[in-house]
T-cell receptor, first 115, second 113 residues
Framework: GQQLNQSPQSMFIQEGEDVSMNCTSS?????WLWYKQDPGEGPVLLIA?????ELTSNGRLTAQFGITRKDSFLNISASIPSDVGIYFC???????????????FGKGTHLIIQP | KAGVTQTPRYLIKTRGQQVTLSCSPI?????VSWYQQTPGQGLQFLFE???????NKGNFPGRFSGRQFSNSRSEMNVSTLELGDSALYLC????????????FGPGTRLLVL
């Protein structure tokens, strides 16, 4: 199947620092989604991006849909302890198929915040 | 508006048994997708149902099947369970605003012994 390369795999940061993670692919995507998953829970949608170049914010989170449609990044500003978790990017491939066609997920970025 | 709900939350089965998982989508959402999440493989798409019909299918064996009812609730069935089927099974629903923007339930943790 299609691959989404998400990096970094894990991040150890200090509280208050800014965080940046990204996803890249050799394929073109129509939609980029960013999710956060806490242990034992399902992923929670943070930001959805639908157009190349789109820049969207949700509180301290900002995400962008890359111009080439092959990448996306997520930034978190001034991290706080509750930001700990696993962040996933997900993309909808440009295959003109109807319906969900299944999202393609990155492997996740584990965010760990040191006090 | 209530979120996606899944039952049961936890399940323990033995090899060879079968299991049925249930998902209730967000009210008004007609598309329900199922995913398997494991530490090794990550999140993988199983199938999607829309209006009681399977619309898309991932690359899983025929032991994995599903169905959707007229109220959009969905069930997923796994027959002849194998140890490797131990995973978190996630259901996601989406509405007509954008089929690709999926909202996930809390998942069902399945352990096969």
């Amino acid at each position: 199947g299609q691959q989404l390369n998400q990096s970094p795999q894990s991040m150890f940061i200090q509280e208050g620092e800014d965080v940046s993670m990204n996803c890249t692919s050799s394929s073109i995507f129509n939609t980029w989604l960013w999710y956060k998953q806490d242990p034992g829970e399902g992923p929670v949608l943070l930001i959805a991006l639908y157009k190349a170049g789109e820049l969207t914010s949700n509180g301290r989170l900002t995400a962008q849909f890359g111009i080439t449609r092959k990448d996306s990044f997520l930034n978190i500003s001034a991290s706080i302890p509750s930001d700990v978790g696993i962040y996933f990017c997900a993309g909808q491939l440009d295959n003109s198929g109807g319906g969900a066609d299944g999202l393609t997920f990155g492997k996740g970025t584990h965010l760990i915040i040191q006090p | 508006k209530a979120g996606v709900t899944q039952t049961p939350r936890y399940l323990i089965k033995t090899r060879g048994q079968q299991v049925t998982l249930s998902c209730s989508p967000i009210s008004g959402h007609r598309s329900v997708s199922w995913y398997q999440q494991t530490p090794g493989q990550g999140l993988q798409f199983l199938f999607e149902y829309f209006s009681e019909t399977q619309r898309n299918k991932g690359n899983f064996p025929g032991r994995f099947s599903g169905r959707q009812f007229s109220n959009s609730r969905s069930e997923m069935n796994v027959s002849t369970l194998e140890l490797g089927d131990s995973a978190l099974y996630l259901c996601a629903s989406s509405g007509s605003g954008n089929w690709f923007t999926q909202y996930f339930g809390p998942g069902t943790r399945l352990l096969v012994l």
